[in-house]
């Protein structure tokens, strides 16, 4: 980051930079805790998580309030602006990821009394480990103003989207064998939905950095594989499962 002759701006200025790099620890460590709850269904560490959410909001309610006062004091132009602006867009981001983690920890807890597959308990665990990686990545890049780097996060997305169909795929077909499955992996499915839409928000983060860096956005939309709108249950599969009861 340039420094200004202000001593003042620049402290505004590192002081948004900072609070951003500890939201972004936040929101992975918030996440992770929430996966590792589910793993080993645990009811105390998806309730802390679910507790630790209000930090993050808090974080970014006073991230924005800062950044608000620095425009309107210093009236920013060019790189400072987009640097400020770009800060609010990624509060924004993290805070989601925040409501995503706490959301998977509440399917924890109302998962809790009800059987698990593990193989898809695993799977879950494999799309948050690819979607924390992501993040990570992103966050690295934030403080580096690596564009180039941004860019290639984003198409790493499309693998992310990848995991999650088949995660998908193999839910539909657990619920389809046997009825008592349903309201698991309906639990399951939503929480697999939520580390897929922190990716969502890890992209947005990189293309906010590509901005800030270049002052233009990038490149064309990203590429989406997430097929689960194409998915269909066959007619006779949901026929079978009920007879599958008797």
């Not at 698990?116 to 695993?122: A, D, I, Y």
């Not at 690295?140 to 103003?145: H, I, Q």
């Not at 619920?175 to 922190?198: G, Q, V, W, Y």
């Amino acid at each position: 980051m340039d420094e200004h002759i202000v001593k003042s701006y620049d402290e505004e200025l590192k002081f948004i930079v900072r609070r951003i790099c500890e939201m972004g620890g936040q929101a992975e460590h918030l996440v992770e805790r929430a996966v590792n709850a589910m793993v080993k269904s645990d009811l105390a560490m998806a309730e802390a998580v679910i507790t630790d959410d209000a930090l993050l909001d808090a974080a970014q309610r006073e991230l924005d309030e800062r950044a608000i006062m620095t425009i309107a004091k210093r009236q920013p132009m060019a790189r400072d602006l987009r640097e400020i602006v770009g800060a609010i867009r990624i509060s924004n981001d993290l805070e989601r990821i925040g409501d995503l983690g706490k959301n998977i920890a509440k399917r924890v807890i109302a998962v809790h009394d009800h059987p698990q597959p593990m193989q898809l308990v695993r799977g879950i665990e494999h799309l948050s480990e690819l979607t924390l990686q992501q993040l990570k990545e992103v966050l690295d890049a934030y403080v580096e103003r690596d564009h180039q780097r941004a860019e290639r996060i984003r198409d790493k997305d499309e693998a992310i989207d990848a995991v999650y169909t088949s995660i998908f795929r193999e839910l539909l077909t657990y619920m389809m064998e046997d009825p008592r499955n349903i309201s698991a992996c309906t639990h399951l499915l939503f929480s697999a939905k939520n580390i897929e839409r922190i990716g969502d928000h890890a992209t947005n983060i990189a293309e906010t950095i590509y901005y800030i860096r270049t002052g233009a956005q990038m490149g064309p939309e990203r590429p989406k594989s997430d097929r689960t709108t194409s998915i269909v249950v066959p007619p006779e599969a949901a026929g079978s499962a009920p007879a599958s009861e008797a």
